[in-house]
């Protein structure tokens, strides 16, 4: 069976849940299904669509935190493409590079940190972008939402989440 994301009562994507507790929280009246997947779920005297996305129907306040620094949330935001030159990655072919190297000062933030591919790291080496006549496909920012989400499916988001998730392009 596959996950299901729970949004907030104003469906804001809050996290992703197994199916079990999805339906459990639909029959205690905590949630309202907003989309299905196209298969059942059987019990001995029910059957149901496989909920994809619930809503909570009390809201939560969540506070707003940046989401941490580390590598599986940066291949979350850069969608796992290289950021040079474009290709798509599985998440073992993925390298980070410093935009501005360590080794003229560039620090590790969400600001100075991309994805890439294995080539084009080698090829910029420890040289900015501009030095190694390479261009950014986009400018590496700190995400206000979290990443992390879409990371535990490996950047295969289901078609019923698209909606809601809203991802930044």
Known sequence: MQSVLLLNATFEP???ISWQRAVTMF???KVEIVNEYDHDIRAVSLVIKAPAVVRLLRFIHVGRKSPPL???NVLARDNFECQYCGRSLLNKEATIDHVAPR???GRTSWENIVCACAACNRKKGGRTP???HMN???KPV???WL???TMRLNGKIPGPWQLFLNLRP
């Open 14 to 16: 809050l996290k992703i």
């Open 27 to 29: 029959f205690l009246g």
């Open 70 to 72: 580390c590598r599986t």
């Open 103 to 105: 080794t003229q000062g």
């Open 130 to 132: 501009h030095e190694a």
């Open 136 to 138: 950014l496909r986009k």
């Open 142 to 144: 700190r995400p206000d």
């Open 147 to 149: 990443p992390v989400l």
